[in-house]
């Protein structure tokens, strides 16, 4: 019995439906949908180093290892700064809430020059303390924050050990001149690029931003530095967000010129970083449009949580790159203005279905 064909509205909104049951799928298992895309992503980008050392002789699983060794080292370094630094904050919690008294006090006298009431800004109604209690209340989840990681690790090991059979078993089953394996190459290569480039970017501005907050003298320069350093790869709002503690300690230790200085700093990374130095770093044109950037944080963040606030251009890239293996789903890529990203891809089916035609 043959089956009745479908319109294209009828298959239109089967795929409507179909990308909402997937939708609603990930929300309900996104513990384990972020782990596996994290791991995907970190094997994407530390495989050319293992390959390098395997060209230097090392087998697949010493360079594995020696891989997954250095990136704890840097990560355990990482953390022991960080902690270091937040150890110093927390001993001087006292002298904070003195210097908050103070500038609370000089708000308050200088509102009521104005005719506002007096105990508009009491010092006893804001406890430095109580902050950093709910902080580390909200902290609480450290442990299963480690244990992600820790899986994360776990299954990028094992990825990673297994990548020369997976490759062998994409090019087996579509062939290595596929439409679709050039796609996943072109696109993983974008990916790779993206990480590294926002990695390097990253690390500059948050090493000139904790080394300006240091030379100023603000509290916990090296914490706010590895906080913009890892709020970085939130697009447009995580250098925002990574700024306004720095800003804090700085008006609270030096007044209002300690927050114009910082707020000028600030500025000054934003223009010199964001924009000389990441295009100097980029090897290709990563620049979308900035509707479907903060579109794709937000949606990611609500998908994923922080992890997809983290990665929202990596997923979104993969994303387009499942658009564009589809004909059907195609057109949404040139519609949202992406479709260059794939240009080369489409000249070489254009030119082949030319010369097929002829």
Request: aromatic residues 14%; neutral net charge; contains cysteine.
């Amino acid at each position: 019995m043959a089956l009745p064909e479908t319109s294209r509205i009828e298959r239109a909104l089967f795929i409507i439906a179909l990308v909402f049951i997937i939708i609603i799928a990930v929300k309900m298992t996104t513990y384990l949908v972020s782990l596996i895309l994290m791991a995907i992503i970190l094997s994407m980008l530390t495989l050319p180093a293992v390959n390098w050392l395997k060209t230097k002789g090392l087998s697949n699983f010493s360079a594995v290892l020696v891989i997954t060794i250095v990136a704890c080292l840097v990560i355990l370094a990482g953390v022991g700064l960080t902690a270091l630094s937040f150890n110093s904050l927390v001993s001087d919690l006292p002298q904070y809430q003195q210097d908050l008294n103070v500038r609370l006090a000089n708000i308050s006298a200088f509102l009521v020059s104005f005719g506002f009431p007096s105990n508009a800004f009491s010092p006893s109604s804001f406890n430095i303390g109580d902050m950093v209690g709910f902080a580390i209340t909200g902290a609480t989840s450290f442990f299963e924050g480690f244990m992600f990681l820790f899986f994360v690790a776990v299954t990028t090991f094992f990825m990673l050990l297994d990548s020369p059979r997976l490759f062998k078993q994409i090019e087996s089953s579509i062939g290595k001149d596929a439409e679709a394996l050039r796609n996943f190459t072109r696109m993983s290569g974008y990916v790779i690029d993206f990480i590294v480039v926002r990695t390097e970017t990253n690390f500059i501005h948050g090493f000139l931003f904790g080394s300006f907050l240091g030379i100023l003298g603000v509290h916990g320069a090296i914490l706010w530095g590895v906080l913009t350093f890892l709020l970085g790869y939130i697009p447009y709002f995580g250098l925002l967000i990574a700024a306004v503690p720095a800003l804090f300690f700085a008006w609270l230790q030096f007044g209002v010129p300690g927050a114009i200085a910082v707020i000028a700093a600030v500025c000054i990374l934003n223009l010199v970083v964001e924009n000389p130095v990441y295009s100097y770093l980029a090897a290709r044109k990563f620049e979308m449009p900035a509707l479907i950037v903060i579109i794709s944080v937000i949606f990611w963040g609500w998908l994923l949580g922080l992890v997809g606030m983290f990665f929202a251009i990596p997923f979104t890239l993969m994303l387009l790159l499942i658009f564009e293996s589809c004909d059907e789903l195609r057109w949404i890529n040139t519609m949202m203005g992406v479709g260059r990203l794939f240009g080369d891809g489409r000249e070489h089916k254009k030119s082949a279905d030319d010369t097929s035609e002829q």
